[in-house]
Structure formats: structure tokens, C-alpha cells
């Protein structure tokens, strides 16, 4: 099968397509002919430094998300599932490929009428905008900032956020990114590249940020005393700095994500339906074929995409 290899740490050329050995499931594996390949930031990360959520020794195929077709059974696993449209994480390997191997037990079935892209493009950046949702639980009438409104969280947090009730202030930098949060539902846009983005603001009720550093700092700044912040992401390279003191001070709480496997299924399965059913949109801004692997990471890493990157593995 076709592959991408990931030998050794570094900038995105280090990702290299080749032939890889085809993979055979195991006991409750089902084999899935892959049509698209999820990419997130945190694979870039893992890619350049060989830290993050994920591990492995190296060579290694990378990718901890696809969509396609269970063509192939391992032992033990539900017949039912042959023939079926699935995503499925891999356990942070082997998603950049045509063919892989995953736990039958955490497929998730892709609603009759839904594309395969479209489920793909939410099977890490939807449940986990679910998840931040449900966690910070935004009060219709309050107002949210959001961080990175334009990429692949960030988009899918406009939408659900707007869904609520809430008044959401969407932060993005450059005026197409902007202009992709209003048309998503936000009430406001601010230009984060702009050094007095916050000036002016009214306070905030709520922060979702999944950038961090002196964005997220800055973002934290508006928030009213009373205010509730949920950092998801380090874009910038470091989490927000709120010391507990001055947090203390402004009577401010700092929400934290826990997740359980229930959680995330069931997070997954909400986003899954909602998309089908026309309420949720994720945005797929830019598509790689997989032996560009490493042109989609240079794009998440420049900041040149919107929405969801993806790479598009066979039709």
C-alpha cells in the first residue's frame, strides 16, 4: 500500500511517501481502506519533536484519525461492521495510509447521507468542540471570545456557541478568517494580528482559547470578574499564564477538560448527527493528496489554512 513515513524528527519534509507492508487486523481489529486522512496540530507538533499525546518508535507510519470502508475482519470482530462508512482514531499511527488496522470498539458509523469528509473533517475537532461546550456550558446572552475562530475547533465552537445562545466575539488573524467567522454565525470578529485587538471591548463571559501565550493572555484579560476560561490548545507554543492568585483576585475560573471514552463517543456521535442532519458544518478549507503530506503540515504550521485540513486519500 501507499504510505506516508515518518524516520526521523523534524520540519515537514521529513515526511516522505513510499510503499509500506500492507497491515493485517488483530483480535477485534477491522482493516479500513482509508479515504481521507484527519490531520490536527498536535501531529505537527509530534512530527517535528516527538512529544504530544502520542508515541512510537520511529520508523513510523503517522496519522491518528481516518474515514472509509471496513473491507477486512480480525478475529472476534462483528461481521456487522463489514462494508460499513466508519471513523475511527488509530491510536496515533498509521492514519497516513490506504489501508488501517483499528480497534473495532472504536469505530464510529457515519450517518446514511453524510460524505465521508465531512465525518472525518469532525472526528477529532468536533468532539472535542462538544466536549469544550459542554464543559464551559455558555448561558444563552453571555458573551464568548474565541480564540483561532477560524481553524478546525475553532470554527465548529462559533457554530455550536452561537447554537447556545451565546454572543460570540470571534478572534482570528487576517480578514478572510474573519469574514469565515461572521458568515459562521459570530456577532463579532476581532484581528488578533492587530496590537490593541482587545481595545474597546466589552468584558467577556467566557474564553475559549486554543492559543495560548500572549494571545491567550491578552484573551484572558477581557475576561469580566467572575469569568470562566478554558484553554484547549497551544498554538503559540505555551498554555495561557493565569497565576491562581490573580485568577483568585478577579473571582475568575480556570475550567479544565476531562474527558472519559464515554464522553468522547458520545461527543462524537452528537457532532456525527448534527452534521447530518444540516445543524453543523465543518469547514474543510484546504485538501493534500497523501503524498503531500508534508505541504499540508507546512500549511497548518505558517497559519495558512482555515478550518480543516485534510488529505484525500483515494476517491
Do not use: C
Request: proline fraction near 8%; charge should be negative.
Amino acid at each position: 500500500m501507499r504510505a506516508v513515513w515518518l524516520r526521523e524528527f523534524g520540519g515537514p519534509e521529513v515526511l516522505v511517501a513510499g510503499a509500506a507492508p500492507d497491515p493485517v487486523p488483530g483480535p477485534g481489529e477491522v482493516l479500513v481502506a482509508v479515504a481521507h486522512a484527519n490531520l490536527t496540530f498536535v501531529e505537527t507538533q509530534f512530527r517535528a519533536t516527538g512529544l504530544g499525546p502520542f508515541t512510537g518508535a520511529l520508523p513510523m507510519v503517522p496519522g491518528n484519525g481516518v474515514g472509509g470502508t471496513v473491507t477486512a475482519l480480525g478475529p472476534g470482530a462483528d461481521p456487522a461492521w463489514l462494508g460499513r462508512r466508519v471513523v475511527s482514531s488509530t491510536g496515533g499511527s498509521g492514519g497516513y495510509a490506504e489501508l488501517a488496522a483499528v480497534p473495532a470498539d472504536g469505530l464510529h458509523p457515519v450517518p446514511d447521507g453524510l460524505p465521508l469528509d465531512t465525518a472525518t473533517a469532525l472526528l477529532a475537532d468536533g468532539r472535542t468542540a462538544r466536549l469544550l461546550l459542554e464543559t464551559a456550558a455558555p448561558a444563552p446572552g453571555e458573551r464568548v471570545l474565541v480564540t483561532a475562530a477560524a481553524g478546525g475547533v475553532g470554527t465548529l465552537l462559533v457554530q455550536l456557541a452561537t447554537a447556545a445562545g451565546a454572543r460570540v466575539l470571534a478572534a482570528a488573524g487576517g480578514p478572510h478568517k474573519l469574514a469565515l467567522a461572521a458568515e459562521l454565525g459570530a456577532a463579532e470578529t476581532a484581528d488578533y494580528r492587530q496590537p490593541d485587538w482587545t481595545a474597546d471591548r466589552a468584558p467577556v463571559d467566557l474564553v475559549l482559547d486554543g492559543v495560548g501565550g500572549t494571545l491567550g493572555r491578552a484573551a484572558a484579560d477581557l475576561l469580566r470578574d467572575g469569568g470562566r476560561l478554558l484553554s484547549f490548545g497551544l498554538a503559540s507554543g505555551s498554555w495561557t499564564d493565569l497565576p491562581a492568585d490573580e485568577a483568585a483576585a478577579r473571582a475568575l475560573t480556570v475550567l479544565t477538560l476531562r474527558p472519559t471514552p464515554e464522553r468522547v463517543r458520545a461527543a462524537t456521535a452528537h457532532v456525527l448527527a448534527e452534521a447530518a442532519a444540516g445543524r453543523l458544518r465543518p469547514v474543510v478549507g484546504q485538501r493534500f493528496p497523501l503524498e503531500r503530506a508534508a505541504d499540508a503540515h507546512r500549511a497548518i504550521e505558517t497559519r495558512a489554512t482555515l478550518g480543516k485540513t485534510l488529505l484525500d486519500v483515494r476517491p
